[in-house]
């Protein structure tokens, strides 16, 4: 069974940053694209940022494109989701997940149809 393992999260003021990590045996493999997601109370789910298993391509909700980066390290154990100007809209609970995916999305897709494995999923608030 993977097991992925968030971590970084917490409570930050609106134009702060963040970066969560995401930790898995499995990132070393070459078959899978990893994710981050998002669900804030009440709202949809939501797929902010997907990284290729290649590392050659990357997509980003427009909600986020510019002010999060999504990476990952080269051992390929961690990937990262770099979070910048902060708004209070970004507080949600945030979930890696990982999938067989080129991460070839829209803002139409619906992302969490490739994931099969999740993290348990880690709290960031955004707030002054």
């Known amino acids: 069974q993977v097991q992925l393992v968030e971590s970084g999260g917490g409570l930050v003021q609106p134009g702060g940053s963040l970066t969560l990590s995401c930790a898995s045996s499995?990132?070393?493999?070459?078959?899978?694209?990893i994710a981050w997601f998002r669900q804030a109370q009440e709202k949809q789910r939501e797929g902010v940022a997907c990284?290729?298993?290649?590392?050659?391509?990357?997509y980003y909700a427009n909600s986020v494109k510019g002010r999060f980066t999504i990476s990952r390290d080269n051992a390929k154990t961690t990937v990262y989701l770099q979070m910048n100007n902060l708004k209070t809209d970004d507080t949600a609970v945030y979930y890696c997940?990982?999938?067989?995916?080129?991460?070839?999305?829209?803002?139409?897709?619906?992302?969490?149809?490739?994931?099969?494995?999740w993290g348990k999923g880690i709290q960031v608030t955004v707030s002054s």
């Open positions: 997940a990982v999938g067989p995916t080129m991460c070839d999305y829209d803002e139409e897709s619906d992302m969490a149809d490739d994931f099969g494995s």
């Open positions: 990284i290729s298993p290649d590392d050659t391509a990357t």
């Open positions: 499995v990132f070393r493999g070459y078959d899978y694209g």
